[in-house]
């Protein structure tokens, strides 16, 4: 069984919405930070938007206002609701989750356990 699995990418039109949706299994540690990455071909996968175990959010500049993360602790799951897509946000989007508290939660170094990753195209 996979660690974690994502649902919720698609293909929308600049402007639009969508959600993403990430559960762990129940072998998964999901206790501190899980977070959404995301990366597009050639590219260093970048962090997105994390969130501590007790709700605390962390978000990239790039989607600050834009993006909002929330989880359930009791369901381990995270999702991703995001708003007036770009173009430029078109990318593989992956959830994590880390082993260890984190100073630096949109970094993907502290991340144990990863999904497979869900597309999202976003056309202008």
């Known amino acids: 069984q996979a660690p974690l699995m994502e649902s919720g990418g698609g293909s929308v039109q600049a402007g639009g919405t969508l959600r993403l949706s990430c559960v762990a299994s129940?072998?998964?540690?999901?206790?501190?930070?899980m977070a959404w990455f995301r990366q597009t071909p050639g590219k260093a996968r970048e962090g997105v938007a994390a969130?501590?175990?007790?709700?605390?959010?962390t978000y990239a500049d790039f989607v600050k206002g834009r993006f909002t993360i929330s989880r359930d602790n009791a369901e381990k799951t995270i999702s991703l609701e995001m708003n007036n897509l770009h173009p430029d946000d078109t990318a593989m989007y992956f959830c994590?989750?880390?082993?260890?508290?984190?100073?630096?939660?949109?970094?993907?170094?502290?991340?144990?356990?990863w999904g497979q990753g869900t597309q999202v195209t976003v056309s202008s």
């Open positions: 994590a989750a880390a082993a260890a508290y984190t100073w630096r939660p949109l970094s993907a170094i502290p991340y144990k356990f």
């Open positions: 969130i501590r175990s007790d709700g605390d959010p």
């Open positions: 129940k072998y998964t540690q999901t206790d501190y930070y």
